[in-house]
């Protein structure tokens, strides 16, 4: 099925590795051009390569989400004329008790994880009612809908991007930019590796460990994220705005 994104422009957040990484590969696999920040310089330009090598261009802009989204967001659109879609993906997933997550913890992850993507909105909108209309994705976790213990703060930061995709999207319809959310479930990446590790345990244990909690019985690979925020973002998705899709396997215990 053509999703109509050849010749389009997607900016990406931590776009390096991981989910990001695929996520600028699939857009790049539909012919989109790429523009991908992160902060590690290596990887980023290791994924910058792969993408160029699909045939379209790409723009690697070294930096920080939480500092550096309207030089992103300013240098996109330098480099391309416009940009018709933004993927909010930086920010990881650390959870632990409530009393043992402190001030500096809940302000660093609040800034990554909502402030960042806030302000990524408030550079890219004005672009977008522009030229007529855009694309705007957050990420999230499944679990932040339904949270449990120990998962603080990251459920927390995590459910207000998704309120604040609900809010977006009704203020911004009226100008053809839709607003969605994709909500991860338990997906191999580097991340999760480096959970394996401090776990002292084997990336094969801890992902077949993972698979068990999994009712479709294995973990999501970064492909299964990229394709659903591709179709977010496509024509075919075009009369879907405000709403949030489970990308998890069917762990959520909600819809």
Known sequence: MDLGLKGKVVAITGGSEGIGRATALRFAMEGANVAILARRPEPLAKTAREVEALGVQV???????????????????KRF???DVLVNNAGGSGQNAFDKVDDKTWRSDMEVKL?????????????MKKQGGGSIIMLTMSAAASPGANQLPTVVSRQASVTLAKALSKELG?????????????IKTPQQ???AKRAGRTVEEHFAAHAKTV??????????????????????ASYITGTCINVDG???GVV
Do not use: Q, W
């Open 115 to 127: 402030y960042a993507p806030i302000e990524g909105v408030r550079c890219v909108v004005p672009h």
């Open 174 to 186: 009226a100008h053809n930019i839709r607003v969605n959310v994709a909500c991860v479930g338990k």
């Open 59 to 77: 723009l690697a802009v070294n930096g920080d989400a939480t500092t550096d989204m309207a030089r992103f967001i300013d240098e996109t659109v």
């Open 215 to 236: 009712p479709l019985g294995r973990m999501g690979e970064p492909e299964d994220l990229a394709n659903a925020i591709a179709f977010l973002a496509s024509s075919a």
């Open 250 to 252: 069917g762990v959520s």
């Open 193 to 195: 590796e480096r959970s």
């Open 81 to 83: 004329g416009r940009i």
